[in-house]
């Protein structure tokens, strides 16, 4: 934690620096604004929590009632407020850890910041870019993307809204996790094959550029750099001071995600914020397993 407390230091010293020069914290890059409309965010959310609706009633139905039926357990401690996949650490099954390992680092912030960054921010920008000659006043109440970057920020953290609840056997969250993860995948596919083939959207579009991914990677990491000792450090305070049975992710989540967000509206390219959230959840995983390995 002193580590990272320094490197936070650090980068943060350099940035203001910089901004003392008047020199760009992150210059801006601007592109065209994506082709598609909220029809379509609609359409590609929508088949994305489907599937997942479905598998859950699904298992709940299909499988034995001995692996989806909740413990009488009722005391609320923080276990019962835990992430599904924190939960699944202390097993020591190899294929659940696997199953935790690549949810949590891998196909979540790949894909939740497709949707989150690319297509909702990026429609959102664009859709406020053709409102502000008709609404002069936005663009004095909002300057900038900060409308889509707040608004995408507390959906962000709405969605890791977490509140007490029974602890259900490990082979069921496991099941459901994986299920998660193969329906965002889906959905990612589905929604770039709709994008391209129906709008020709560019990779450049969909936050890609193969020239700029060593300088994006680095980006990300220095981003996490400044913002992971203040996340920690506001994860550690709010456990403490919440109810037990609230979580504190949304809370620390929100400015995290006006990170993301930022890093997205700076430079249009998504890389920058899936190394921030890979390198968040993957140093989150790991602290979490060695405190149940203690």
């Known amino acids: 934690m002193a580590l990272a407390a320094w490197a936070s230091l650090a980068v943060w ?133 900060l409308g889509p970057i707040l608004l995408t920020a507390f959906l962000f953290a709405r969605m890791h809204f977490r509140v ?31 994008l391209r083939a129906g709008f020709g959207a560019t990779v450049a579009d969909l936050g890609w550029v193969r020239e700029k991914l060593l300088a994006d990677v680095g980006l990300g990491l220095l981003a996490f750099a400044a913002v992971a000792a203040p996340t920690y450090a506001a994860m550690f305070l709010l456990g403490s001071l919440l109810p037990a049975y609230l979580a504190p992710d949304p809370f620390v989540l929100f400015p995290f995600a006006l990170v993301l967000g930022t890093l997205y509206y700076r430079t249009h390219r998504i890389v920058p914020a899936i190394v921030l959230h890979m390198s968040l959840n993957a140093t989150s995983l790991a602290m979490a397993w060695l405190m149940i390995a203690k």
């Open 13 to 145: 010293t350099i940035m203001l620096a910089r901004w003392r020069r008047g020199l760009a914290v992150l210059p801006y890059q601007p592109r065209r604004p994506v082709p598609w409309g909220g029809f379509y965010v609609v359409l590609v959310l929508s088949v994305y929590l489907t599937p997942l609706a479905l598998a859950t009633v699904l298992a709940q139905r299909l499988l034995p009632e001995e692996l989806t039926r909740a413990p009488a357990i009722q005391q609320v401690d923080d276990s019962r407020t835990a992430h599904a996949v924190a939960r699944l650490l202390g097993e020591a099954d190899v294929r659940v850890l696997w199953v935790c390992a690549l949810s949590a680092v891998v196909v979540a912030p790949i894909v939740e910041e497709f949707f989150f960054r690319v297509l909702l921010q990026g429609w959102l920008e664009a859709a406020q870019r053709r409102l502000r000659p008709r609404m002069p006043t936005l663009g004095r109440l909002v300057p900038g993307a």
């Open 164 to 194: 007490d609840a029974p602890i259900l056997p490990a082979s069921f969250v496991a099941l459901m996790v994986a299920a998660d993860g193969a329906a965002k995948l889906l959905a990612m596919t589905f929604a770039v094959v709709l």
